[in-house]
């Protein structure tokens, strides 16, 4: 820097072969100065782009259709001709009607390959303009495609892609068929309502496009995703099950855990009397069909008839399934595996787990015949709580299944045993309270009282034994409930109270606390309920009707 300073200081000899010094100094200037304004220039132009927002503008257009006219009614191909590029812009121009490309026209309609003035005016508009335009990636928002269709942009293309052997058509492209059969199974909409929403000329073009789709499915996806085909025994242990599970329920490495639950699906009632009465669900008092699904303890979705490896991994699907009483969990799963559903037998080896409920105990026999063994928690038989070694064992089961256990359930079992036990301040009616009991003997412990959620006559204490001076404050526990006495893990009870003077009371302030529901029950009256007047006034009438009664007996023995 020094050196550049000295040589600046020094005069400028005219005779100097450096005397063009000067004048260069000067055109770098001024190249800096046009940089600048060059650079200053973008800025702007770049804000300005920003600043600039689409404008979406709504054309009416001709039917798609390859098989019929755009003037008239007609569907007749061999006479009719498809419309040049001249021909198509014309009516563009004189009817701001937009033709796409392919469409046809009769051939009376031509006169010497032009459409004529009168001709252009009776070209009438579709009745399909203005749908939800799914053909255009990016005509829709991702949050648009979430609601509609159940996925983003990016997990629908990715299943579009899949669908390799069905072909677009003069009446809907893949993209669309696609997106009204997300629909149909997302929103459970009825045909003649998709029909209205996407524009189709009727609810029998929804039901033929759902089963395109579902037979492209079944062909272009399914056999690669789903089934016991499309994995090996090797990539589950090596890729899909933990070392928890193996070193729980398992002898060795080689042995392959899979559990047992169902799920089921909605649908509607049909006019055919058995096919009616077979599909009602006298548990959930409506009529669907069940499925059993072969997957991974952390899939979210866990409900009940459902044979899964532990990591959520997917692995085959069997159903569907009527709903009736010689339909339940145990029969169906009898069912699979005698039938050999799938080739799974040939899949499962000797000694390979299934972790089951107690729903299927019925099947534990066929299942050990077959030489697989079997994980099933602890059934109550009439006993009011199961010993402790036996609620010990029953959580070597549910420890695989934590997300199903505590987050779908305990968790969420823990928010709605509060909030339904939160009760207005006796000191502070504007303060809502939650009743945690201490012990006058024992400061170490804590107890709150459950109504059952399955029982109005019974109620469980929740009892925790802590100690503040240790990392690890909490000592024990210990519930009245059926698997209270568990010592691996705890029963929803002690959650809930251990959430409660944890989490709950720390974070949720009590003039925001989520009582819609408890707020929801006392706006609904219960009839047996009476004000104080009214039993009295029912007891007045009761002894006056007792008493007139009373003397007519005597008059009668008189």
């Known amino acids: 820097m020094q050196n550049d300073f000295d040589h600046l200081d020094v005069p400028v000899n005219k005779t100097d072969p450096q005397e063009n010094e000067e004048p260069m100094l000067l055109e770098v200037d001024t190249d800096i100065v046009t940089e600048n304004e060059d650079m200053e220039s973008e800025k702007e132009e770049t804000q300005e782009e920003k600043e600039m927002k689409p404008v979406t503008l709504s054309i009416w257009r001709t039917s798609k259709s390859h098989g019929s006219c755009i003037v008239c009614p007609v569907a007749d191909s061999t006479s009719m001709r498809v419309l040049s590029d001249e021909q198509w812009t014309m009516i563009f121009l004189?009817?701001?009607?937009?033709?796409?490309?392919?469409?046809?026209?009769?051939?009376?309609?031509?006169?010497?390959?032009?459409?004529?003035?009168?001709?252009?005016?009776?070209?009438?508009?579709?009745?399909?303009?203005?749908?939800?335009?799914?053909?255009?990636?990016?005509?829709?928002?991702?949050?648009?495609?979430?609601?509609?269709?159940?996925?983003?942009?990016?997990?629908?293309?990715?299943?579009l892609d899949k669908l390799t052997t069905m072909r677009n058509s003069g009446l809907r492209s893949v993209r669309m068929a696609l997106a009204i059969f997300l629909a149909k199974i997302r929103l459970a909409l009825s045909n003649r309502v998709l029909a209205w929403v996407f524009r189709l000329a009727s609810k029998r073009s929804v039901s033929r496009i759902c089963h395109q789709v579902r037979v492209a499915l079944m062909q272009d996806f399914v056999p690669y995703h789903v089934g016991f085909q499309h994995v090996s025994r090797e990539t589950i242990l090596a890729q899909h099950q933990t070392t928890v599970t193996t070193e729980l329920l398992t002898n060795g490495r080689d042995q392959v855990v899979l559990i047992a639950g169902g799920t089921y699906f909605f649908c509607q009632k049909s006019s055919n009397n058995e096919i009616r009465r077979r599909t009602y669900s006298q548990h959930k008092h409506r009529h669907l069909v069940m499925l059993m699904i072969i997957t991974a303890s952390r899939y979210p979705y866990f409900t009940e008839q459902v044979l899964i490896l532990w990591d959520g991994y997917i692995i085959s699907s069997l159903w569907p399934f009527f709903t009736d009483s010689l339909n339940n969990d145990a029969a169906i799963l009898k069912h699979c595996m005698l039938n050999n559903e799938q080739q799974v037998l040939s899949w499962l080896r000797d000694n390979d787990v299934l972790a089951l409920d107690c729903g299927f105990r019925d099947t534990v026999r066929t299942l050990n015949r077959l030489d697989l063994q079997i994980a099933m928690p602890g059934c109550l038989h009439n006993k009011k709580q199961l010993p402790a070694d036996e609620v010990n064992r029953t959580r070597f089961v549910t420890k695989n299944r934590w997300v199903i256990e505590s987050g779908s359930y305990q968790i969420r079992m823990a928010k709605s045993y509060i909030i339904e036990h939160i009760r207005q301040s006796r000191t502070n009616e504007e303060e809502m309270e939650f009743r945690v009991e201490l012990c006058n003997e024992h400061e170490d412990l804590v107890r709150a009282r459950f109504q059952s959620r399955h029982s109005n006559n019974k109620k469980h204490i929740a009892t925790v034994q802590f100690d503040n001076h240790k990392q690890q404050s909490i000592d024990a526990w210990y519930c009245t409930c059926s698997a209270g006495a568990r010592e691996v893990g705890m029963c929803s009870h002690i959650t809930a109270l251990l959430w409660h003077l944890g989490v709950n009371k720390a974070v949720i302030s009590t003039d925001n606390h989520p009582l819609s529901a408890s707020r929801l029950i006392k706006t609904i009256d219960d009839s047996t309920h009476f004000s104080e007047n009214d039993s009295n006034s029912d007891d007045d009438n009761a002894s006056v009707l007792n008493d007139s009664d009373t003397n007519n007996s005597e008059d009668d023995l008189s």
């Open 94 to 159: 004189s009817r701001s009607i937009w033709v796409p490309k392919g469409a046809r026209c009769c051939s009376n309609h031509l006169y010497k390959g032009h459409l004529s003035y009168e001709v252009r005016q009776l070209v009438k508009q579709s009745k399909h303009a203005g749908s939800l335009d799914f053909d255009d990636p990016g005509a829709l928002e991702n949050e648009t495609y979430k609601i509609i269709t159940g996925f983003d942009r990016n997990h629908f293309n990715d299943l």
